[in-house]
């Protein structure tokens, strides 16, 4: 059974600093990538790193977030530095697999950013 288990949420201060974590168990992923809803809202691609080593960041988070990955953890991280109140949101944990192409989601953590 394919598992993505986010944890590391909470209510920063405006200029804090958060770790996520999400633990993946079950599957090994080509993609792994953190996504995120604010109320009223699409979800948006936050951060993205493929196996390869590639990394995509969405422009409101470049320079302030860094998504990292441990492949003997099967784990991935978002270091998310000078947080702004637009942050606040679910933050969701994305595996994806090419053959077939199937997304796999963790249960979201909520992230708030009080100004």
């Known amino acids: 059974q394919v598992q993505l288990v986010e944890s590391g949420g909470g209510l920063v201060q405006a200029g804090g600093s958060l770790r996520l974590s999400c633990a993946a168990s079950?599957?090994?992923?080509?993609?792994m990538g953190w996504y995120r809803q604010a109320p009223g809202k699409q979800r948006e691609l936050v951060a993205r790193i493929i196996s390869g080593g590639s990394i995509n960041y969405a422009d409101s988070v470049k320079g302030r977030f860094t998504i990292s990955r441990d492949n003997a953890k099967n784990t991935v991280y978002l270091q998310m530095n000078s947080l702004k109140p637009e942050d606040t949101a679910v933050y969701y944990c994305?595996?994806?697999?090419?053959?077939?192409?199937?997304?796999?989601w963790g249960q979201g953590t909520q992230v708030t950013v009080s100004s």
């Open positions: 994305n595996g994806h697999k090419i053959l077939p192409a199937t997304d796999y």
């Open positions: 079950g599957s090994i992923f080509s993609i």
